[in-house]
């Protein structure tokens, strides 16, 4: 039996080809794709318990970032819940961090924050501090806040931070749950 030698070109060539032809094409994304990636601000608060928290120790996990306050009455307790549910579908389950940022550092208190997720029924990491400390990374992502005695109005997307720390997706109450949890996927891979 005589073998034909292929130029050793070729060879490369056809294997190219044929992993490129297993590669799974990526996934369809339904937020804003941010351009050019770069990365998130950096993010740095007191959680829920107290302790102090930072962006970069969620690296390694889709990171989805809200900004709301505990007393709001309708959009930020129901973001936070289709988050929620976002993360239940998606399946990633830990690989996921729903982190809440405050605008009302005033009254959003670190036991404020426990009992708000406690009330919507969600896992998440809340985010407050000192006024200064929290305007600056309103401004970072470009939240707009404005306060009234009674009211807190703020610009409400959801950042979706990947597993490298890149700020990728911004998306709005325009999605679903399984378009988020499609993201969350998607950012995950």
């Not at 070109?9 to 032809?21: C, D, E, M, Y």
């Not at 989805?64 to 998606?90: E, M, N, V, W």
């Not at 009302?104 to 006024?131: E, K, N, Q, W, Y």
Request: proline share 6%; with cysteine.
């Amino acid at each position: 039996m005589q073998f034909r030698r292929f130029p050793l070109r070729l060879v490369a060539l056809v294997g190219a080809l044929a992993i490129v032809s297993c590669a799974s094409s990526p996934p369809k994304l339904y937020g804003t794709m941010l351009q050019p990636i770069r990365s998130a601000p950096p993010l740095a608060a007191i959680d829920q318990n107290g302790a102090p928290f930072s962006l970069q120790s969620r690296r390694g996990r889709v990171v989805a970032l809200y900004f709301g306050f505990t007393h709001c009455k309708d959009i930020c307790p129901q973001t936070l819940a289709k988050l929620g549910a976002a993360r239940a579908k998606s399946g990633l389950g830990s690989r996921v961090a729903i982190v809440f940022a405050s605008v009302d550092p005033m009254r959003d208190t670190p036991a404020s924050l426990r009992a708000f997720f406690a009330r919507v029924g969600v896992s998440a990491i809340g985010l407050t501090g000192t006024h200064a400390q929290m305007k600056k990374i309103w401004s970072d992502y470009g939240v707009d806040v404005q306060a009234t005695r009674t009211d807190v109005g703020h610009s409400s997307f959801v950042y979706f931070i990947g597993p490298r720390g890149n700020l990728r997706i911004v998306g709005g109450d325009e999605l679903s749950v399984a378009q988020i949890a499609a993201d969350m996927r998607g950012l995950a891979r």
